[in-house]
């Protein structure tokens, strides 16, 4: 069992950065990938990065690469999500996720999810 809890979120403008953390409980977490994946109103939860167990592998979605960094502190039992040069469409709740693989990117096939921390970036 692992138990997710999101922080960092806020609201910040266009241009600026957030980094999220995200704080797990339980014995196995290194066993994981983790993912993190955003949801906005009205649109269905998407994939936005992924990271291997050991952190040497990492995915990320078009549309944020080159912009967002993932990284995680299997000690501290952290992963992290570094947002640089945000944009109003970045917009949503963000939620990470412990799932099977690094290149899994389906959030049905991740197993436990945290409660999700809102992002906004104003124009």
Same mark, same amino acid.
């Given at each position: ?7 960092? &979120?806020?609201?910040? @403008? +266009?241009? $600026?950065?957030? !980094?999220?953390?995200? =704080? ?5 977490? %290194?066993?994981?990938?983790? &993912?993190?994946?955003? @949801? +906005?109103? $009205?649109?269905? !939860?998407?994939?936005? =990065? ?5 952190? %040497? ?17 299997? =000690? ?48």
């Amino acid at each position: 069992q692992v138990q997710l809890v999101e922080s960092g &979120g806020g609201l910040v @403008q +266009a241009g $600026g950065s957030l !980094r999220l953390s995200c =704080a797990a409980s339980g014995r196995t977490f %290194s066993n994981y990938a983790m &993912g993190w994946f955003r @949801q +906005a109103p $009205g649109k269905e !939860r998407e994939f936005v =990065a992924t990271i291997s167990w050991s952190g %040497s592998t990492t995915r990320y979605a078009d549309s944020v690469k080159g912009r967002f960094t993932i990284a995680r502190d299997n =000690a501290k039992k952290t992963v992290y999500l570094q947002m640089n040069s945000l944009k109003p469409e970045d917009t949503a709740v963000y939620y990470c996720a412990a799932g099977p693989s690094v290149t899994t990117i389906t959030p049905g096939r991740y197993n436990y999810w945290g409660q999700g921390t809102q992002v906004t970036v104003s124009s």
